[in-house]
């Protein structure tokens, strides 16, 4: 089961005695801080958690797998995740 934005909104009221409306705002507010971040093509480093950073993919040949047509894939960039060394061995269980 995924962790949705719902269940942080949960987690701050019912772990720190947050209102809901503040919860939502907080969530929100941390929430678009890092979309922006990102829009700006900058990382988002969360010491413990992980990185988040933007990359820039190049122009590439791909093929339409219906029809199997060749087809010319537009640059663009993708936001990538790589996760600290601290949260790998928590999720291994080390």
Known sequence: MALT??????????????????????????LEIIKS?????????VSGFGKFSVKDKNERKGRNPATG??????????????????LRGKVNGK
């Open 5 to 30: 934005k719902h269940d942080i909104i949960g987690q701050l009221q019912t772990q720190l005695g947050f209102p809901k409306n503040k919860s939502v705002e907080i969530t929100e507010s941390l």
């Open 37 to 45: 971040t990102l829009s700006s093509g900058d990382d988002v480093l």
């Open 69 to 86: 047509e060749d087809a010319i894939l537009p640059a663009r960039r993708v936001v990538t995740f790589k996760c600290s060394g601290m």
